[in-house]
């Protein structure tokens, strides 16, 4: 099955590899407040959010979906702290037998949030489980083994769900059903973009001026995540030339050297692009093909190098594939885009 493959962790996106010391925790939002942008989420969370704690109940399951590095877990995190109630996190994957799931929700305090990432990938046997949990507020637990067996119904504290997912599509009906309040992340707005980046500058004690820190932001796809780690990077460019501050000049070259165009791509994005164009006619083209051509999986390919090709108009997904659309031509200096174009695949 395709989503059981592994998932390269995002960092993967910039190329370097993940400094113990860039840890994103000292980044990550704490509240409502801080939490910059998604404004209709944050408004209608801070309403339901309120009114759990007026009737001094748990709020209701929470499903959140989008591409990685939006602020998934950290909405989580800030949910769990504005009812003051205990986070416990986990992923799918580590969610192997029945007993891993009994274990956290026997121990998790009343109207705890429990936070599970990727539950796209719950194996069936924990998602029945979950059901149960989700509904009742109780589990089944299989006591001894063969003819002798038996299920006993344990009660457990009422609890709220969060499952993330940056497959919406691969979660059964069954689980999306069971969540109370669905909240779909998009990409982030350019003035939310610059906020980000100005907070955390702030508390990394970086100084950026406005041009910089309105190029960085519409250099990192739309998404916290690359924006800050965009940052650190910008910082190491412009002490390594003895510049105590980001200017505009920093971060143009520090973005040249670290090959990211003015959309914000990377290699690898213009990579994919090319395929498209040079070896499948700009498409269609199945996405397992051309997840082969680029030699990573399916997954990282629909994860985390799509969403945001598709965000910036420059490739389409099809009943028949991918395609690219005459702006990925332009964007690239190539020609050919407008023949496409009369195929009437755009
Ligand atoms: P996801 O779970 O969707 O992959 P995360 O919650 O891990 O994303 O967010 C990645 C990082 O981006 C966080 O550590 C945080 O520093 C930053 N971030 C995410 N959302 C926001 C936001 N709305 N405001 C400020 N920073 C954010």
């Known amino acids: 099955m395709s989503n059981?493959?592994?998932?390269?962790?995002?960092?993967?996106?910039?190329?370097?590899?993940?400094?113990?010391?860039?840890?994103?925790?000292?980044?990550?939002?704490?509240?409502?407040?801080?939490f910059l942008g998604q404004k209709s989420i944050k408004e209608n969370l801070a309403v339901f959010i309120a009114a759990a704690r007026k009737r001094r109940e748990n709020l209701d399951h929470l499903f959140l979906t989008g591409p990685p590095g939006l602020g998934k877990t950290t909405l989580a995190q800030v949910v769990a702290n504005e009812l003051e109630v205990e986070f416990v996190q986990t992923s799918a994957p580590a969610l192997d037998k029945p007993r891993d799931l009994i274990g956290i929700l026997t121990n998790l305090e009343?109207?705890?949030?429990?936070?599970?990432?990727?539950?796209?990938r719950l194996k069936p046997a924990i998602e029945e489980m979950l059901y149960i949990a989700m509904e009742?507020?109780?589990?089944?637990?299989?006591?001894?083994?063969?003819?002798?067996?038996r299920t006993l119904q344990l009660p457990i504290q009422p609890f709220t769900l969060v499952g993330a997912t940056?497959?919406?599509?691969?979660?059964?009906?069954?689980?999306?059903?069971?969540?109370?309040?669905?909240?779909?992340?998009?990409?982030?707005?350019?003035?939310?973009?610059?906020?980000?980046?100005?907070?955390?500058?702030?508390?990394?004690?970086?100084?950026?001026d406005d041009e910089a820190a309105a190029l960085l932001s519409r250099s990192?796809?739309?998404?916290?995540r690359i924006l800050n780690r965009l940052l650190r990077r910008?910082?190491?460019f412009a002490q390594f030339q003895g510049q105590s501050f980001i200017t505009r000049q920093v971060v143009e070259e520090g973005l040249r050297r670290l090959e990211i165009d003015a959309l914000g791509l990377?290699?690898?994005?213009?990579?994919?692009?090319?395929?498209?164009?040079?070896?499948?006619g700009g498409g269609p083209v199945g996405a397992d093909?051309?997840?082969?051509?680029?030699?990573?999986?399916?997954?990282?390919?629909?994860?985390?190098?799509?969403?945001?090709?598709i965000q910036a108009g420059l490739l389409r997904r099809t009943s028949r594939g991918r395609t690219v659309t005459p702006l990925a031509y332009e964007h690239l200096g190539l020609r050919g885009g407008e023949r496409s174009g009369q195929n009437g695949l755009f």
Request: net charge negative; hydrophobic share 30%; aromatic share 10%.
């Open 4 to 34: 059981e493959k592994e998932v390269p962790p995002p960092e993967q996106y910039l190329g370097p590899e993940k400094k113990p010391n860039e840890d994103d925790s000292t980044l990550r939002p704490r509240n409502l407040g801080e």
């Open 220 to 224: 990192a796809r739309g998404t916290p």
């Open 266 to 280: 990377e290699k690898y994005d213009r990579e994919i692009l090319r395929i498209i164009i040079e070896r499948y």
């Open 289 to 309: 093909t051309l997840a082969i051509s680029i030699g990573e999986s399916s997954d990282t390919l629909e994860d985390y190098y799509e969403p945001y090709l």
């Open 136 to 149: 009742d507020y109780k589990i089944d637990c299989v006591i001894g083994q063969g003819p002798g067996a």
């Open 110 to 120: 009343q109207k705890g949030v429990f936070f599970i990432d990727e539950i796209h």
């Open 234 to 236: 910008m910082r190491d």
């Open 166 to 208: 940056t497959k919406a599509g691969n979660v059964s009906s069954p689980l999306v059903s069971r969540f109370g309040i669905t909240c779909r992340f998009s990409f982030y707005e350019a003035q939310d973009m610059e906020a980000i980046v100005r907070r955390s500058a702030g508390i990394l004690g970086i100084r950026i």
